[in-house]
């Protein structure tokens, strides 16, 4: 049974950075994808950055240059490296796999998935709030 627990949330002011940790157990696939996603009260479930068992990432246009993710396979753990943290980044954080790769197409080019659709595991979410 796949499980993925969450933790380094927290309230940080503007320019600020946290990390996020996501640590995995029962995940066993040799292709795969994990990633960060967001959600705020009242819209959709956003992709921020995802990566696959290859280290190839993809990320949002939102946090490209700000977040950076990573993976520790020797402890099954992912991270979200949050710097130059803005008030608009407030949301609920939520780590999320992928029995496969799965990719789509952004301006015309494959890149790896953002779409939640394509992530069948998730963990319960850590909130990040961040202050003016």
């Known amino acids: 049974q796949v499980q993925l627990v969450e933790s380094g949330g927290g309230s940080v002011q503007a320019g600020g950075s946290l990390r996020l940790s996501c640590a995995a157990s029962?995940?066993?696939?040799?292709?795969?994808?994990m990633g960060w996603f967001r959600q705020t009260p009242g819209k959709e479930r956003e992709g921020v950055a995802v990566?696959?068992?290859?280290?190839?990432?993809n990320y949002a246009d939102s946090v490209k240059g700000r977040f950076t993710i990573s993976k520790d396979n020797a402890n099954n753990t992912l991270y979200l490296q949050m710097n130059s943290l803005k008030p608009e980044d407030t949301a609920m954080y939520y780590c999320?796999?992928?029995?496969?790769?799965?990719?789509?197409?952004?301006?015309?080019?494959?890149?790896?998935?953002?779409?939640?659709?394509?992530?069948?595991?998730w963990g319960q979410g850590t909130q990040v709030t961040v202050s003016s």
């Open positions: 029962g995940y066993t696939y040799s292709r795969y994808c």
């Open positions: 990566i696959d068992s290859d280290g190839i990432t």
């Open positions: 999320a796999a992928a029995s496969n790769k799965a990719f789509r197409k952004y301006g015309g080019t494959w890149f790896l998935s953002l779409e939640a659709d394509d992530f069948g595991y």
